[in-house]
């Protein structure tokens, strides 16, 4: 039997648009899963976006007002896909209303919001998702599976990128992104929390990190009307950027492995340039996101001028068998997102974690406090997701 959940979407830019395409094709994918979602409502406080929403999508009903969503009591769970300044209230309101969440990272402004997050969904029983949906690419739980059957030897050092031009247009609006009050730490929430949950995903904890931050592009335009991505502005009146544009970050991991992580969201010519490589005392794994279903492998017993294969992913890693039939067709973007609506409502139908969760968020925005003390102080810092 195949019982419907009703579920709600508050926030509705474009990360609330690829939510609702995942809720929409989840049981085209997964026609076993015993919980399907209904779109009950959808919330988005720019007058208009949310009717617009609710008649392209089918969603029941829309308002301006993400409380209402708390007290529907046909909503049993809720994507939050709003800006990172209201992720702690709205999450805390919503876990407390009895609502499962999933939420997009970073999860609020710093560690101290994400645990508050986690508190709130442990205290009311309901299970919460977080949204690290690189490492849901059947690729990068291939490499996860590669190293972990010690085929690369011992884990040496790791390289994290997530380069991207989303902001380098010095026409760039100065949205919420790029205040410190409503968008957090800049690049480090935006990019390098994907980086951290790689970092974590692949070779476990992080105990201490050092770290560099710059601004490149200090004054944008204010938009002068409702934005929706990353909108340009012209004419406006002018306004500091308070976050971060570039951070770079050497890592020691528990297991004695080294990493670098570095992010930049104003790296022009660089479109998702997003990926990692991995080397151990054996071999390598290699990982584009841009070539999202392959890995560069390097293993054998030749150590010197060993050689690098390209290897395709297939039904048998990770969710690839949910998409295609066979290595080399393409999943793209939107199907991890899909994956990870999968696992989100498996989640609640089994009451049993699948996953990145609260924890993940947790551990990933102590990373990022850590890299903030860090260039403040240009010292080695400590990473504790339990401070």
């Keep these: 039997m195949v019982d419907a959940l009703g579920v709600a979407v508050v926030g509705f830019g474009w990360m609330g648009r690829v939510h609702t395409q995942a809720y929409a094709r989840v049981a085209h994918h997964y026609p076993r899963l015993p919980l399907r979602p209904r779109l009950v409502t959808v919330a988005e406080e720019v007058p208009g976006r949310a009717e617009e929403a609710a008649a392209q999508f089918g969603f029941e009903s829309a308002t301006r007002d993400w409380r209402e969503v708390a007290a529907d009591p046909r909503v049993g769970a809720v994507s939050i ?69 010690g085929e690369l030897g011992d884990v040496t050092h790791v390289r994290i990128r997530l380069f991207s031009d989303y902001a380098a247009h010095p026409e760039g609006a100065l949205t919420w992104r790029y205040e410190r009050e409503r968008g957090g730490s800049g690049v480090l929430g935006d990019l390098a929390s994907h980086g951290v949950d790689l970092a974590r995903f692949l070779l476990g904890d992080i105990t201490s990190l050092t770290a560099d931050t710059a601004v490149f592009v200090p004054r944008r335009a204010r938009p002068t009307g409702a934005t929706a991505g990353h909108s340009r502005a012209t004419g406006g009146e002018l306004g500091e950027v308070e976050n971060e544009d570039y951070v770079s970050c050497l890592l020691r991991f528990a297991s004695g492995a080294r990493g670098v992580l570095e992010a930049c969201r104003v790296s022009v010519g660089e479109q998702n340039n997003y990926g990692f490589e991995v080397h151990g005392t054996k071999g390598a794994v290699f990982w584009d996101f841009r070539r999202m279903n392959e890995l560069g492998v390097s293993r054998g017993t030749t150590y010197q001028d060993q050689p690098v294969s390209t290897v395709y992913v297939g039904p048998g890693d990770g969710e ?68």
């Design 81 to 149: 896909t709003a800006p990172n300044f209201l992720h702690r209230e709205i999450g805390v309101a919503m876990a407390a209303a009895g609502k499962h969440i999933w939420i997009e990272k970073p999860v609020g402004l710093t560690a101290e919001d994400a645990r508050a997050v986690a508190d709130a969904v442990a205290g009311a029983g309901v299970r919460g998702a977080v949204g690290f949906n690189y490492r849901n690419a059947p690729a990068v739980e291939a490499a996860r599976d590669l190293i972990a059957s």
């Design 320 to 387: 690839f068998a949910a998409f295609q039939p066979g290595a080399a067709n393409a999943m793209g973007y939107d199907d991890l997102k899909v994956v990870e609506a999968y696992r989100f409502l498996r989640s609640i139908a089994e009451d049993t974690a699948y996953g990145a969760t609260l924890a993940d968020a947790v551990h990933s925005a102590a990373a990022l406090d850590a890299m903030t003390r860090s260039a403040r102080t240009g010292s080695w810092v400590s990473v504790d997701a339990g401070a």
